[in-house]
């Protein structure tokens, strides 16, 4: 039995009527091969539409991928989550999300030893001060004696050399580079004169939000001079025509806030183009006069809320810049904090404080 056709009612427009046309009109575009060897081997014509429709598709596509990728590129894009989530990734620095904003998260360093962990500096024999010279430092598992390979960077280097004289008179912060062998790296150093030398690395495992902290003391021959007295001293200093300020008080067991303020020295101008350094506004070691304690801090940046966020390529910081520091006990206490200025030197500003 055949139903009849349905028909458009009074006042409607008969859409199913065009489409079904539409439609018997995309069939009749396909014809039916005749034999299989024609769907084997089909003509030159049809294969040659084939190529040029999927040579069409990929040229959109690449297009559009090389378009999407020089967006991702953009400045405006690197400063979005996913921008930041892969910067912060590429430096090694820790983070917390918290709502719409990553903000970074400075966590205490974790001692070597506690880590099961060791660093083995080896500093050629017959080293000469004032002299560069290379020295290895090797990371090794203290169970097994083997070097560790899971190593990843932290705020942007391998790992983080502070070298320093016993009585604190020197200072130099250098990043050791892998040697391409597992759990080891090396810099050139020149150690200024004879002495005893405190030597303080940081360094990171894959995974972890705490970096690995271990202190060596290595002997430079020669005639070492007198030790000088680490004293309380002035709390501004002209670098590279910057003047620095510190403000803030040291205060025993608590963390002390202490602000950095920057100013031109000729005209007094604040100086508020401070590039970042090393993942981070400002580096700031601080060690007690005996050399007994390290502490490796950065300068804080915050958003319009006050929170902490990430110092990002491209963004300036100042005149201000403040810092958080626990003083374990009572005692002098030496500051170098460090800085790039606009013109991308790097400048160190020394200050010496008493936490009371």
């Known amino acids: ?134 020295l290895v430092a090797t990371v090794v598992d203290n169970r097994t004696g083997k070097p560790v390979g899971d190593l990843t960077r932290t705020h942007e280097a391998w790992m983080h050399l502070i070298a320093t004289r016993a009585d604190l008179g020197t200072f130099a912060h250098v990043h050791p580079q892998p040697t391409g062998r597992a759990g080891q790296f090396a810099v050139d150093i020149t150690f200024p004169i004879a ?71 000729a005209t007094g101008r604040p100086v508020d183009d401070l590039q970042p350094y090393l993942a981070a506004a400002g580096h700031v070691v601080i060690m007690r006069a005996d050399g007994q304690t390290f502490v490796h801090e950065h300068a804080e940046v915050t958003d319009a809320d006050g929170r902490p966020v990430f110092a990002l390529p491209g963004q300036t910081f100042g005149p201000e810049l403040d810092v958080q520091v626990e003083f374990p006990t009572a005692g002098t206490y030496r500051l170098w904090a460090q800085f790039r200025l606009a013109d991308g030197d790097v400048i160190t500003v020394p200050f010496t404080v008493h936490a009371r």
């Open 1 to 134: 039995m055949a139903w009849p056709a349905a028909r458009p009612c009074a006042g409607q427009r008969g859409d199913g009527d065009e489409l079904g046309r539409r439609g018997q009109l995309r069939l009749r575009r396909f014809r039916r091969p005749a034999t299989a060897q024609e769907i084997l081997h089909p003509p030159l014509r049809a294969r040659v539409g084939q190529y040029v429709y999927l040579t069409g598709i990929a040229v959109v596509a690449l297009a559009l991928g090389a378009g999407l990728t020089a967006v991702s590129r953009m400045d405006f894009a690197a400063r979005g989550m996913n921008g930041q989530l892969a910067w912060a990734q590429g430096t090694g620095m820790p983070m917390r999300p918290a709502m719409s904003v990553m903000m970074t998260a400075d966590v205490s360093a974790t001692d070597a030893a506690e880590a099961g962990l060791d660093v083995r500096l080896d500093l050629p024999a017959g080293t000469l001060p004032g002299v560069a010279t290379r």
């Open 195 to 265: 002495g005893r030398y405190i030597v303080n690395t940081e360094f990171r495992r894959q995974g972890q939000m705490a970096d690995v902290h271990s202190r060596k003391v290595l002997t430079v021959v020669g005639s070492a001079p007198a030790p000088v007295t680490v004293a309380e001293g002035p709390r501004s200093a002209v670098v590279d025509g910057v003047r620095v300020r510190l403000d803030g008080d040291a205060e025993v067991g608590v963390r002390s806030g202490l602000r950095y303020t920057f100013s031109d020295a």
